[in-house]
């Protein structure tokens, strides 16, 4: 079994930044991806960064130059510095984590969310 315990949400003023963090633990084999997706009310989850274990990163067109997605592979965490923060960031946050079992399968985890909200 895999958790992911997510923290670091929580209610700022736009412009404000906020980090979020995600700890993995339990029977984690090895990890080959982890990010995060959003989900405001009424929409759909969406990437907002991810990274792999080449050093590869992708973000969100909307999140660009203003988040940033970072790991601590010893701790099996995963962190979200957001910056510069907006209104329309408001969302639940969610970890996801990518792990390849020693079958070779892999699986994605999700932790349980962490709610963002800004204020204008």
């Known amino acids: 079994q895999v958790q992911l315990v997510e923290s670091g949400g929580g209610l700022v003023q736009a412009g404000g930044s906020l980090s979020l963090s995600c700890a993995a633990s339990g029977s984690i084999f090895s990890i080959i991806a982890m990010g995060w997706y959003r989900q405001a009310p009424g929409k759909q989850r969406e990437l907002v960064a991810d990274?792999?274990?080449?050093?590869?990163?992708r973000y969100a067109d909307s999140v660009k130059g203003r988040f940033t997605i970072s790991r601590d592979n010893a701790k099996n965490t995963v962190y979200l510095q957001m910056s510069s923060l907006k209104p329309e960031d408001t969302a639940v946050y969610y970890c996801?984590?990518?792990?390849?079992?020693?079958?070779?399968?892999?699986?994605?985890?999700w932790g349980q969310g962490t709610q963002v909200t800004i204020s204008s």
């Open positions: 996801t984590i990518r792990a390849v079992h020693p079958t070779g399968a892999a699986y994605d985890y």
């Open positions: 990274g792999n274990n080449g050093g590869s990163t």
